[in-house]
DNA sequence: TTTACATTTGACAAATTTTGACAAGCCAAA
DNA sequence: TTTGGCTTGTCAAAATTTGTCAAATGTAAA
């Protein structure tokens, strides 16, 4: 689980920005980025937003790890029938 | 929503069973039931499971459409993204 | 109608989970 | 060593979830 987390580790790391600066800029303790980025913690959704735009990055793309670890932690204790209840989500998605 | 609390309500229904009768089963209230049919509250996986029991039910069945339910309910708020989240999300499953 | 149930609804307290801060700890580079 | 960045564990506050209760509503028979 982390893909949000990961993300955003590489976007910082490729900036040599600190923990700090991008805990400062959201307002929020240098431990709660470390937890995010290493998906101890999920992120908000205003918190995913405020992260891609001080990174410069994708907002949906970002957006978009971001639900797929909800949808994996979703899933992840019923491996076996999760295949076919996403199959079931995403039929109706379309309506 | 509610998947799984269609598919109960029409078990329940065609066995001549009432509300009441499930709730007993489960000891919880008649009220409770009557939520997770109508998709206002979800079951518990321990509650799937006795509800499979007890309505003679394929429990593999029931716990699908009960993770169905919990995967839309994650999904319901992003649906552009949704799509691309599940792929994401069923890429890492397979590892 | 009344009556008798079955179901639904809304409000609520208790229980559980999530959230973020704080402080202490770890680790690598100087 | 010290320094600076990151991590970790713990905690209280906030938010969410859970199930119950009582009242409301629906329904079918007498």
């Given at each position: 689980m ?7 580790r ?7 920005l600190?923990?700090r600066?991008?805990?400062?800029q959201l ?32 907002e ?14 979703a ?5 076996a ?15």
């Amino acid at each position: 689980m982390g893909h949000l987390g990961q993300k955003i580790r590489e976007l910082r790391e490729k900036q040599n920005l600190l923990l700090r600066q991008v805990a400062a800029q959201l307002e929020v303790d240098t431990a709660l980025i470390s937890k995010i980025e290493r998906g101890e913690r999920n992120a908000s959704k205003q918190q995913v937003i405020d992260i891609a735009k001080f990174l410069n990055a994708n907002e949906e793309e970002l957006s978009t790890l971001w639900l797929a670890d909800k949808i994996e932690s979703a899933i992840v204790e019923e491996p076996a029938i999760a295949y076919q209840a996403m199959k079931i989500a995403n039929k109706n998605l379309k309506k």
